[in-house]
């Protein structure tokens, strides 16, 4: 099981950034998704995570009404769309697949992608 992110970058407060997370070894379909960020200093938190075996979708209450997930089963591709982005929202950002276990706890996560980097800045 394999996760690459992309799209990270620096963007200006107020700006947007589209991350991917490319899945291979397996099917994005069977498992539940998940993004998570870490700041310096700070344990992970979940930002968005969904599920497909109800359809729930989990957003962290600092990024409700700005980022939304979404997923591409043809692709196996999953996204993270960040509008209005906030210098507290800079981070690494990972996605994540798990099995089991809570909605959107990293402890419930078992595959990793390698995180892509994201500055908020003026």
């Known amino acids: 099981l394999q996760l690459v992110e992309s799209g990270g970058g620096l963007v200006q407060p107020g700006g947007s950034l589209r991350l991917s997370c490319a899945a291979s070894?397996?099917?994005?379909?069977?498992?539940?998704i998940g993004w998570f960020r870490q700041a310096p200093g700070k344990e992970r938190e979940g930002v968005s995570c969904f599920r497909s075996s109800d359809g729930r979708t989990y957003y962290a209450d600092s990024v409700k009404g700005r980022f939304t997930i979404s997923r591409d089963n043809i692709k196996n591709m999953v996204y993270l769309q960040m509008n209005s982005l906030k210098p507290e929202d800079a981070a690494i950002y990972y996605c994540?697949?798990?099995?089991?276990?809570?909605?959107?706890?990293?402890?419930?996560?078992?595959?990793w992608g390698q995180g892509t980097q994201v500055t908020v800045s003026p």
């Open positions: 994540a697949a798990g099995s089991f276990g809570a909605m959107c706890i990293s402890a419930a996560f078992h595959s």
């Open positions: 070894g397996f099917t994005l379909d069977d498992y539940k």
